[in-house]
Antibody, heavy 120, light 109 residues
């Protein structure tokens, strides 16, 4: 069974650093790009960041570029999202999402359970 | 990075068809055939319903279909059922980034 198990998150103060983790199982991890998507309370989905399968390319939304860093450890089947300089606008449920190819994410066919980050 | 435009809500009776539009620009929807659609029930993670404009993942009922014309993509739900009541989001590749739609609430009357 393909699964994404997220960890990290919680109530955090503005500023500082927080890292979200997403452990994958049930598929060949380095064959697929991975993405983080967030959803602020009562709001819609927002694409945050994508990393390709080999971890050679990363992409960021303007709203987080320079503050967030996406990375992956293909030996451990884990993707990370390091969040620096957090602000109240980063309060959201964060989802880890599996893509449909190694080079580009294209669409998310498997979603993690979501983890809540509250900046206050 | 403006969100793609979707109607705020659509509704229909059981058995009817509803169509949700997703309007973007030539930089996203109009420029790439990588539009996907997601269904989200309250408190749940989104679920992929359509990818690459028209393709259905295995397990998604064929009542769900996708299409695109110019810079507007559409999701049609035929034979509306009670369990289809949910929020729906489109998403498009936009060249080194992705953009989601504003979301549409589907109500089954």
């Amino acid at each position: 069974e393909v699964r994404l198990l997220q960890s990290g998150g919680g109530l955090v103060q503005p500023g500082g650093s927080l890292t979200l983790s997403c452990a994958a199982s049930g598929f060949i991890f380095n064959n697929y790009a991975m993405t983080w998507v967030r959803q602020a309370p009562g709001k819609g989905l927002e694409w945050v960041s994508t990393i390709n399968g080999p971890a050679s390319d990363t992409f960021y939304a303007d709203s987080v570029r320079g503050r967030f860093t996406i990375s992956r450890d293909n030996s451990k089947n884990i993707v990370y999202l390091q969040m620096n300089s957090r602000s109240a606008g980063d309060t959201a449920v964060y989802y880890c999402v599996k893509g449909m190819s190694a080079g580009s994410w294209l669409a998310g066919d498997v979603w993690g359970q979501g983890t809540t980050v509250t900046v206050s | 990075q403006s969100a793609l435009t979707q109607p705020r809500s659509v509704s229909g009776s059981p058995g009817q068809s509803v169509t949700i539009s997703c309007t973007g620009t030539s930089s996203d929807v109009g420029g790439h055939n990588y539009v996907s659609w997601y269904q989200q029930h309250p408190g749940k993670a989104p679920k992929l319903m359509i990818y690459d404009v028209i393709n259905r993942p295995s397990g998604v009922p064929d009542r769900f279909s996708g299409s695109k014309s110019g810079s507007t993509a559409s999701l049609t739900i035929s034979g509306l059922q009670a369990e289809d009541e949910a929020d729906y989001y489109c998403c498009s590749y936009a060249g080194a980034r992705y953009v989601f739609g504003t979301g549409t609430e589907v109500t089954v009357l």
